[in-house]
């Protein structure tokens, strides 16, 4: 994977994370229970373990000069899963009726196991990308432990579903992926609009198929999965509303290209302004065609010399005017 790809990675991540951020704080009193809290916790760390092993490859192969590190992405997506951990630490407490420790006077803090590129020499760099981590602990606060009955079966009892889980995941990843290239006002022409809608459709598909699989796995009792089904779902349908719109409004266009014979332009000018005056008319005052059309148009209507002076012209709206 390139640094580009593994940045593209990291942005995904830090968007899920926040998104998971803002879900959690909304959270009321019947989705705050164990069970249900320690599936954010390991769905969690699974995102955290990704996104450090992602930022070890991104020291290790991308320039320093990198927007990763200009704008310094590791510090907030660390800041956003500690505002994260720290929320569901505190509610697993509270869950378990223990109350929070305050640290003790000059008591050390843990320092983090990643630094940020800036702080690293090259040798340091490829040395620690290299090295073995530990991995993250259980997302518990410091000393409490949950003892062996203290939570209900999770989704992380079943191998099956937890397998289910990370395929759907970048399922949604993919889709967002082929959301955010989907540029809908820069199409054209019928063709796109089509892909696109085939692109969109495929990715749906994946993500529905899945759906049900993990519907029969552990029923409707996820809320956060079905919530991010929910988010993912709606961003599907607008974007294919979206399209389906701009598609008939461009086979409106075409619908209502003129049918008139305007005749062909040599560069003579005894009939240029006859040519001006219909063409004009017909076609560039016609609201309904677009630029790219009327430049196609315009160039199956001349000749000779006329012809000789836009044949370099390609065919795009930017080239009209």
């Known amino acids: 994977m390139d640094t580009d790809s593994m940045f593209i990675n990291q942005t995904e991540l830090y968007e899920t994370l926040t998104k998971f951020l803002t879900n959690i704080k909304k959270d009321g009193s019947e989705r705050r229970t164990i069970d249900n809290y320690k599936r954010k916790a390991d769905m969690l760390e699974v995102y955290w373990r990704e ?47 223990v109350s929070p420790r305050r640290p003790e006077a000059g008591e050390a803090q843990p320092s983090p196991d990643i630094r940020t590129k800036q702080q690293l020499s090259v040798s340091q760099r490829r040395l620690e990308a290299g090295a073995t981590q530990p991995q993250p602990g259980p997302a518990f606060v410091n000393d409490v432990t949950p003892q062996r009955d203290d ?21 949604f990843k993919a889709l967002l992926r082929t959301v955010s290239k989907t540029q809908v006002d820069k199409f054209e022409n019928h063709w796109q609009f089509e892909n696109a809608l085939r692109s ?35 961003t599907y349908i607008e974007l294919t509303e979206t399209i389906n719109t701009k598609m008939w409004s461009v086979k409106h266009r075409e619908r209502s290209a003129p049918q008139m014979d305007i005749p062909v332009f ?32 315009l160039k199956s209507k001349v000749a000779g010399e006329a012809e000789r002076l836009i044949h370099h012209l390609q065919i795009s709206s930017d080239n009209y005017k």
């Open 151 to 171: 939570f209900l079966p999770s989704a992380g009892g079943s191998s099956k579903l937890d397998e289910l889980m990370k395929k759907q995941n970048l399922n």
């Open 51 to 97: 996104y450090q092993e992602n930022h070890r490859k991104m020291c290790e192969f991308a320039e320093l000069d990198h927007v990763y590190f200009k704008k310094g992405c590791f510090d907030t997506v660390e800041e956003v899963y500690s505002n994260i951990k720290e929320i569901i630490d505190k509610t697993i407490k509270q869950l378990l009726g």
């Open 200 to 234: 969109l459709d495929s990715r749906w598909r994946e993500i529905d198929k899945l759906h049900w699989e993990i519907e029969g796995e552990n029923g409707s009792e996820d809320i956060n999965y079905q919530e991010l089904f929910c988010e993912h779902e709606e």
């Open 266 to 297: 040599h560069g003579t000018y005894d009939h240029w302004v006859s040519f001006k005056d219909l063409f004009s008319e017909a076609i560039d005052k016609n609201p309904s065609i677009s630029n790219a059309q009327k430049i196609q148009f």
